[in-house]
Every structure is written in C-alpha cells, then in structure tokens.
C-alpha cells in the first residue's frame, strides 16, 4: 500500500473521513496542516499543474464566497502568489505519494492511482471535496 503525505485543514470533516477512508484501505496516512506549511511555488505547484488554474481554490473559502477572490481572474503566477499567502484558499486536501502529487480527493480517481474502498456505509458520500457547512470557517492565516 501507500505512503500518503496528506496536507489538510485540521478539523475539516471531509478530510477527516478522507484520511480514513485512505487508513481503511490499507494505506498510511502521514497528515499535515496546509495552512501552517511553509508553501513556496516551486513545493506548491507539482500539486496544482495538472488542474486549471480556478480549479485551485477552494471554492468554499470565505474569501471566494464573498467574491473578494475571483480565481477565474487571476493568471498562474497571481494565483500561486495569493495561495502562498491564503492558504485557507487552496482546494484540499494536497496528496504526495512518492513523487506523484494531486489535489481535491475524488474517491473514484484515489481508486484508480492508489487503491480506495469506500465503507458502505459512506457509498452514498461520494461528494467529499465540497463543504457542507453553512456557517463558513474562520479564515485561519498560518503561524
């Protein structure tokens, strides 16, 4: 099974049950705290280069909510700069696996690239990427 460096927003449900489902399926979960990282662009963008940019943000950042940030606006290096300094605006969770990096948790994609069994009694949960919440949470800026 795989090794998997998890970066996540501690206390988000969907990355909790995310961690879990990649722990049920054999795999090891090594969890770290997006917002406290020490991003740079060149550590950040293997995990964003396959995606376009406004596929990035987290669209349930309240920064993103408001309007205040319009990813469809922005070009690469505009977007990475206001990541590095937001993280609470990158979508999550950021996955490594060796050198193999991906971001958002599309269970049928973990599927494929690393293995994924999905309890069954979450198989109706297959929308883990979006926040369910309707207070938003509190824009966290890193240590």
Known sequence: MARVVFYEKPGCHNNTLQK?????????????????????????????AARPVSEWFNPAAPAIKSGEVNPTQLSAQEALILLILQPLLIRRPLLQVDNEYRQGFDPEEVKTWIGLSVPSEDEGNTDIQTCHKTVPCAETKPL
């Open 20 to 48: 879990q489902w990649l722990t049920d399926s054999g795999h090891e979960v090594i969890a770290r705290n997006l917002l406290t990282e020490a991003w740079t662009a060149e550590r950040l963008l293997p995990f964003l």
